[in-house]
T-cell receptor, first 114, second 113 residues
Framework: DARVTQTPRHKVTEMGQEVTMRCQPI?????VFWYRQTMMQGLELLAY????????DSGMPKDRFSAEMPDATLATLKIQPSEPRDSAVYFC????????????FGQGTRLTVV | AQTVTQSQPEMSVQEAETVTLSCTYD???????LFWYKQPPSRQMILVIR??????QNATENRFSVNFQKAAKSFSLKISDSQLGDAAMYFC??????????FGQGTTLQVKP
């Protein structure tokens, strides 16, 4: 059963700490998205990768957020230092570069920064 | 800039009735794809239906159908014979030529028994 795997599912951290969220895309998918979900903003696109290269990270606060794909089986989203306003659910999704195909989502990481 | 707008934060429908969720988008592209996703309380994002902009025929998947008005840049979702399991948050999404996938703010649908 192919699925996108995100870890951790939940994370509580103190303000100022570094947070790393990980995503394993579905095998064979070469497109990866990172989204942040909040009540006020809905689903915001933070970063978009194709073949491990960032195509668009315009939605990501550059001063504290970074996203990488060290290899085709791992995508990471890092926040350093974290702030209470970063509290949200972070989703990773993967897909094929064929535009009429959907993106498949992981279960998300619920981040709480206190 | 491409944006997707869902103007109804919350909607409710009586079980077995029909409800329509609205979505509008802004784009300068002529070729693109549109999607509706469902997010139940489990948080899992599930694809409901997709529409290709070059196809004039509205997409249909069982009880779910869309009303795609390309000139008006409108893409509404109609749910017929609503069931309790349809209660969820629904997101409209636009996929542009580069593959970038942009979502609206979401509409929470309540189904009343």
């Amino acid at each position: 059963d192919a699925r996108v795997t995100q870890t951790p599912r939940h994370k509580v951290t103190e303000m100022g700490q570094e947070v790393t969220m990980r995503c394993q895309p579905i095998l064979g998918h070469n497109t990866v998205f990172w989204y942040r979900q909040t009540m006020m903003q809905g689903l915001e696109l933070l970063a978009y990768f194709r073949n491990r290269a960032p195509l668009d990270d315009s939605g990501m606060p550059k001063d504290r957020f970074s996203a990488e794909m060290p290899d085709a089986t791992l995508a990471t989203l890092k926040i350093q230092p974290s702030e209470p306003r970063d509290s949200a659910v972070y989703f990773c999704a993967s897909g094929l570069p064929i535009r009429n195909t959907e993106a498949f989502f992981g279960q998300g990481t619920r981040l709480t920064v206190v | 800039a491409q944006t997707v707008t869902q103007s109804q934060p919350e909607m409710s429908v009586q079980e077995a009735e029909t409800v329509t969720l609205s979505c509008t988008y802004d784009t300068s592209e002529s070729d693109y794809y549109l999607f509706w996703y469902k997010q139940p309380p489990s948080r899992q994002m599930i694809l409901v239906i997709r529409q290709e902009a070059y196809k004039q025929q509205n997409a249909t998947e069982n009880r779910f159908s869309v009303n795609f008005q390309k000139a008006a840049k409108s893409f509404s979702l109609k749910i017929s014979d609503s069931q309790l399991g349809d209660a969820a948050m629904y997101f409209c999404a636009y996929r542009k030529r580069t593959g970038k996938l942009i979502f609206g703010q979401g509409t929470t649908l309540q189904v009343k028994p």
